[in-house]
């Protein structure tokens, strides 16, 4: 224990109890040590930041984040990492981290837990000027298998317009963003994020600044698409607005009735499988998709997708869904 008056106040500080302070020189190098964090008030009692859990909270008072991503971290944490983000900044080990994050199931739950965690510990390091014991957390994604099947039966009737206007009745633009997403193709990222600036209702067409691939992408809107849009109210320079409408809404989380579930990233499966079932050319459905195309003639490809295509699909896919007269389930079914 040592003790020295600082600022008019005796402040104690323990140095630490044998076996891991041996000899005095030991002490000696700890006190120097904390005795510098104390005189340049880089400690945790000058700082406020003892735990994993304070550095969070000092880093969410400065964020400015939206009050609902403040509380998803909070709820992640307390979720599943309580213990954790209670230890002292100086306990913890890359050890603790590691199996904080890999004792739970899912390659994105656990990407997203270590993000939480490498921003608290990024906000500790700057205030404590304590090494970053988070920088060489990583989540193994090597062995990650990727689920790309739907959670029904694509070969039976698809349940994903059902789930989308069961969503309608309690919530019009997270319904309005899934059905986006379902008749464009594109990722959820790039659906939730455009501004009307980016959409042409005349010439149907929606640009994306930033594609995955880090291109901009410009894509033509079926008629379906079109008239979902000009339904949507325009008070905001979202088009899919948060409740305040100053920013845009959040990845959307998944839909299910109980039974059925439509995850955003269905969305871009089911529009390819209806592309392909209406025989669109691989091309097509790369360029609709937003992907890199293939081969010399994509290089020099400036954009073969249509109106026409987008239609073609938006059509494949009322059909799966069971939303046209059966007599067209029937004739398209025959051309399999």
Not at 60 to 76: D, F, L
Not at 134 to 156: C, G, I, M, R, W
Not at 306 to 333: D, F, L, T
């Amino acid at each position: 224990m040592l003790s020295k008056r600082i600022n008019g106040k005796v402040r104690s500080i323990t140095l630490g109890a044998w076996p891991y302070l041996p000899t005095v020189f030991a002490a000696r190098d700890v006190a120097v040590e904390k005795m510098e964090a104390v005189t340049t008030r880089t400690d945790a009692a000058s700082t406020g930041i003892n735990t994993l859990g304070d550095a969070l909270e000092s880093h969410i008072r400065r964020s400015n984040a939206s009050e609902r991503t403040k509380g998803e971290y909070r709820t992640q944490v307390r979720n599943n990492m309580a213990d954790l983000f209670e230890m002292k900044i100086e306990d913890i080990t890359l050890d603790h981290l590691e199996a904080a994050v890999m004792r739970h199931k899912g390659v994105a739950t656990q990407k997203h837990l270590a993000q939480i965690i490498r921003t608290s510990f990024k906000r500790a390091a700057a205030v404590r000027r304590c090494f970053n014991v988070a920088d060489d957390l990583k989540v193994d994604t090597k062995t990650y298998q990727p689920d790309n099947s739907v959670k029904f039966d694509a070969d039976e009737r698809w349940p994903a317009l059902d789930l989308i206007e069961a969503k309608r009745a309690s919530n019009q633009i997270i319904a309005a963003a899934f059905e986006l997403m379902l008749f464009t193709g594109l990722r959820a990222g790039n659906v939730i994020t455009p501004r009307w600036d980016d959409i042409d209702l005349t010439a149907r067409k929606l640009r994306v600044a930033r594609l995955k691939n880090g291109r901009v992408g410009m894509f033509p809107l079926a008629d379906r698409v079109v008239a979902l849009l000009e339904a949507l109210p325009k008070h905001s320079e979202w088009v899919f607005p948060q409740h305040d409408t100053e920013k845009h809404i959040y990845h959307p989380d998944r839909l299910s009735d109980g039974g059925n579930v439509l995850r955003p990233h269905d969305c871009r499966r089911l529009f390819t499988t209806a592309a392909r079932r209406a025989d669109l050319p691989a091309y097509i459905i790369d360029q609709l998709r937003g992907d890199v195309e293939k081969g010399v003639q994509g290089i020099y490809d400036q954009g073969s997708a249509a109106h026409r295509h987008a239609n073609a699909i938006a059509k494949q896919i009322e059909v799966e869904c069971g939303a046209v007269p059966s007599s067209n389930v029937v004739q398209i079914g025959g051309r399999r």
